[in-house]
């Protein structure tokens, strides 16, 4: 704080007393409006609390919050404080209160908002930037893919110094990142491959085969990679095997780890350092914790896209365990429904599904057309009534999680 300039001092304090406030009012835990008074007094103030720090900004469509957890953990081997917007405060004002509340932190891991990560790139000047995946989301709000793809790949390339971690198995990553200097190419796998069928060098076909994907047309293909997923292991860049055996559930959660790692090499903390930090997350601002709720478990899962569903069917207890399912559809989540019908809801066949949330008939009207028998609610205290059993799985688009959440007591 004292080698901030005086303006930049006054916005840190006052934004850090509005993010005070308002935890104690109630009105959420501060992570934004701190930021947005700050950057009202001093528009550079995330440059400014950027400066002197060695930061790893973390993007893409999902996953976004559990990467930032999973490599925060895992710099703690290094025993320096690590800033971190823990609770998915993902664009400027959010970075900023977060920078603002470690003032002294050496190291700091911020999620960034796939539209913002060009502008965040020059205030920061990270050491590494990890690209996730990218597809569709929010389309009302994040534009199209492609595009999202080039602005990275046009900032990458002016990004000097900067490490880039990249899935290799994403086409569309693996193009924006060409454009950087240095690359870390990870092979964390892509199940959802709806929004990957062309190539973004020259817009043919893409293949898909053993080896990974590649043009039909050009030279584009998927690079040979120095860390890889391999089912419950990692290989990591040194060819050396361990378990991963996290307690987070899913192959994403894999897929996330195996990134993390690679991040953590960067700042030279080895796999069998990292490891048991990995292992010891259970839970991500709220997202896999079980709760207890009138006799009954409540786990939550966030699903806020088509391959977000995806990963979230995948951790599903078994059949015939139930499951609620809420969507809504107000500014955080993307005012357009439409993306329901990318989901195949066929795989809830069999068990009981309950449905609330603000657009609940619009999510009706999709199972319906998949054959998936149902059961419309007004919220989780009803779903809960109804279940037999002693568990019930909740999967929620973003407002609607936070909703189920408040109303369960927040769990962080």
């Known amino acids: 704080m004292g080698k901030l300039p005086m303006r930049a001092r006054l916005a840190t304090t006052l934004g850090g007393a509005a993010g005070t406030m308002s935890r104690l009012a109630g009105r959420g835990d501060g992570s934004v409006i701190g930021g947005v008074i700050g950057l009202r007094l001093e528009p550079d103030l995330l440059a400014l609390l950027s400066a002197g720090r060695q930061i790893v900004l973390v993007t893409g469509t999902n996953g976004k919050t559990t990467t930032t957890r999973l490599i925060t953990a895992a710099l703690g081997v290094l025993g320096q404080d690590v800033a971190s917007n823990a609770f998915g405060a993902n664009m400027e ?16 891991v911020l999620e960034v908002d796939e539209r913002y990560l060009p502008a965040v790139i020059k205030a920061t000047r990270p050491r590494v930037v990890t690209l996730l995946n990218l597809s569709r989301d929010q389309m009302d709000r994040a534009a199209e893919i492609w595009l999202v793809a080039r602005r990275w790949r046009e900032a990458l390339a002016g990004a000097q110094g900067c490490w880039v971690v990249a899935n290799a198995d994403d086409p569309l990553i693996t193009w924006a990142a060409c454009g950087a200097e240095n690359v870390i190419w990870v092979a964390a796998g892509q199940r959802w491959q709806e929004d990957s069928w062309c190539c973004p060098q020259c817009g043919s076909h893409l293949l898909r085969d053993e080896l990974g994907w590649r043009c039909g047309e050009c030279s584009f293909r998927r690079p040979s990679t120095r860390w890889v997923l391999d089912g419950d292991r990692v290989i ?163 407002t609607a999680f936070q909703q189920i959440r408040v109303a369960l007591g927040r769990a962080e």
């Open 93 to 108: 004002a959010g970075l900023a209160a977060a920078l603002g509340k470690a003032p002294n932190a050496p190291l700091a």
């Open 236 to 398: 990591d860049s040194a060819g050396r095997v361990s378990d991963l055996s996290l307690s987070l559930p899913g192959r994403a959660n894999r897929s996330n780890a195996v990134i993390s790692l690679a991040v953590a090499e960067v700042f030279g903390v080895e796999t069998a350092q990292a490891l048991p930090r990995l292992r010891d997350v259970a839970s991500v601002a709220g997202r896999y914790t079980r709760l207890a709720r009138r006799g009954r478990q409540v786990r939550l899962l966030l699903a806020k896209n088509p391959a977000g569903w995806l990963e979230a069917f995948d951790v599903l207890d078994p059949s015939p365990a139930p499951v609620l399912l809420a969507v809504n559809a107000r500014g955080p989540d993307g005012k357009d429904t439409s993306w329901l019908w990318d989901v195949d809801y066929r795989v809830l066949r069999g068990r009981p599904v309950l449905v609330s949330g603000e657009r609940r008939l619009d999510l009706a009207v999709r199972l319906e057309s998949d054959l998936v028998a149902f059961d419309l609610v007004e919220g989780v205290d009803e779903a809960v009534d109804q279940v037999e059993g002693h568990s019930l799985d909740v999967i929620a688009n973003y």
